[in-house]
């Protein structure tokens, strides 16, 4: 089994930093892009954030400049340091990840439970 846990959501104020932190556990053989997406209320879950198992990463427009994504292969971790915070990016954040659990299986996608981050004007 596999599980993704987030962490370092909370209430902040316009202008403000978060760090999200995602743990990935369980049997991995190999993890391939690892990412952060987003569902405000009313919504569709969107990209925010997105890197590769070759440390390329890509970015939503509405984040370009504040946000960065980071991975720590050796603790199959990603972080989301998201910087002068705005009340649009209220939302719920969830962590995905493409994982191999095994050298002759197919990766498939996991997500997070989700974690809340509130950015009150």
């Known amino acids: 089994q596999v599980q993704l846990v987030e962490s370092g959501g909370g209430l902040v104020q316009a202008g403000e930093s978060l760090r999200l932190s995602c743990a990935a556990s369980?049997?991995?053989?190999?993890?391939?892009?690892m990412g952060w997406y987003r569902q405000a209320p009313g919504k569709q879950r969107e990209l925010v954030a997105i890197?590769?198992?070759?440390?390329?990463?890509n970015y939503a427009d509405s984040v370009k400049g504040r946000f960065t994504i980071s991975r720590d292969n050796a603790k199959n971790m990603v972080y989301l340091q998201m910087n002068s915070l705005k009340p649009e990016d209220t939302a719920v954040y969830y962590c995905?990840?493409?994982?191999?659990?095994?050298?002759?299986?197919?990766?498939?996608?996991?997500w997070g439970q989700g974690t809340q981050v509130t950015v009150s004007s």
């Open positions: 995905n990840a493409n994982i191999r659990r095994f050298s002759v299986s197919a990766a498939r996608g996991y």
């Open positions: 369980g049997y991995i053989f190999s993890i391939n892009e």
């Open positions: 890197s590769t198992s070759g440390s390329s990463t």
